[in-house]
């Protein structure tokens, strides 16, 4: 293919000289013969030297021609070689289909790198998009991701930063730096020290900003020849976890704290009979004293035991077709004793037509008789209890409304935590385990019910309950 290019531009070359040589000759050959016969002049000798001195001419040039063709052939083709090599160097370099293009045959060297060159186009073209189709994706995660993302350039200048970082970070000001933010929040942080001698520092900060708790880490990331380019800072909301954790420690305390005080009675009273005689009368005292004691461990434990059982979800709900107004008068009758003794006036409505509803009834029976057995407790003797049983929507409820002592506003919103009393000694003074109304959230979760408590302080407290009726 190269020896052909060669060919033909001397070949072109010879072609033009020969053309403009022998323009040239025959004019001034007819020159000199038109001068000689005006003149009648003979001039034979001077165009056999004319006619020498033009086949020298055309040796020479032609020997011209072929010495610049060979050198402007060369000059053309060996830059237009090392272009094609370079293409296709690339192309390998793309996976671009080199194989296809090879198969270009009977082309020359300009037709062969612009099919280069059109393959090579095609096939970035579709690198690009498949680049950009993936950045597409990326920022759409970063965006709507509920951990904080930021990215520091090697001077520590913000590259990159989701709206989740902005909202936790409390980032307004587009010219932030690493220094900046982390200065404002009091993280004692160097970024040098991170990137340059990440085995030796820290890559994780628990912060706290005000009612929220942020885990923080740091990761440096690095170019193609593992040259540290800048660094990813990860920003995660611990809130709920730190809140679940404090709990999981109150909770531990509290049933350390709830157990011990009945058998710290138990043992003091069962080591004073022990230790002396006694009348009748201070032996059944006491006795009954660790008869209580017991019972209220008892029913602790049996507490704990069936909340236990609820999270782990080892409770098997046995649903049936049941009338929740008979539901409830019997309820009333089982707790008629404890009525009479606080001389309550208990009214129970039953709106007509309340369809049967489908749940456990085992477990809806106990979440009533707990919350009869609270208005009870802690409505003052002579009190009035209204219970109405009735429907709404795909709903039937019991709503339970007494004139006892009231829940204060503040602790409305914490009724439903385990072992979280409003006032603790008359909780225990009365028998309570702090864990009655959790375990009635419980079964009405997995009956799909609701319970939902308002309450005045010194006015009377009013509980709802939802559960669904058959459709």
Known sequence: MQRNIQIKIIILFLLI????????????????????????????????????????STFVYLIMCTLIGTFVSKALIKPMNKLIKSAEKLATEENIDIKRINKMENKTEVDE???????????????????????NQIETILLHMTDGII?????????????A???????????NTFKSIF????????????????????????????????NIYFEPYKDVKDKPEGLMVLVQDITEHVKLD???KEFVADVSHELKTPITSIMGYSDT?????YDKETQERFLNVISSEARRM??????????????????????TEFDLGELVKKCQEKLQIEIDKKSHQVECFVTANVPPVIANRDGIERVVLNIMTNSIKYTPKGGVIKIYVGFVYNDAYIKIIDNGIGIPEDDLNRIFERFYRVDKARSRELGGTGLGLSIAKEILDQNNGSIDIKSKQGKGTEVVIRIPTKR
Request: charged share 25%.
């Open 246 to 248: 404090n709990m999981r």
């Open 151 to 163: 990215v520091f350039d090697i001077n520590g200048n913000v590259m990159h930063i989701n709206p």
């Open 273 to 277: 009979l022990l230790e002396g005689e």
């Open 298 to 319: 008892a029913k602790l434990v049996t507490d704990l035991l069936i909340l236990s059982r609820y999270d782990n979800n080892k409770i098997t709900n046995k649903f």
């Open 183 to 214: 200065e404002k929040i009091n993280v004692d942080i160097n970024m040098e020290k991170i990137i340059y001698l990440e085995d030796w520092t820290t890559s994780e900060q628990r912060v706290n900003i005000g009612d929220r708790y942020l």
């Open 113 to 135: 790198l612009a099919d280069v060159f059109s393959v090579m186009t095609t096939e970035l073209k579709q690198n690009l998009e498949e680049v950009n189709r993936q950045k």
């Open 165 to 175: 970082a902005k909202e936790m970070l409390n980032i307004f000001d587009k010219t």
């Open 17 to 56: 000289g020969i053309v403009i040589i022998g323009v040239i000759g025959v004019n001034a050959i007819y020159s000199i013969n038109r001068i000689a016969s005006e003149n009648n002049i003979n001039l034979n000798n001077e165009v056999q030297n004319l006619r020498f001195i033009f086949l020298i």
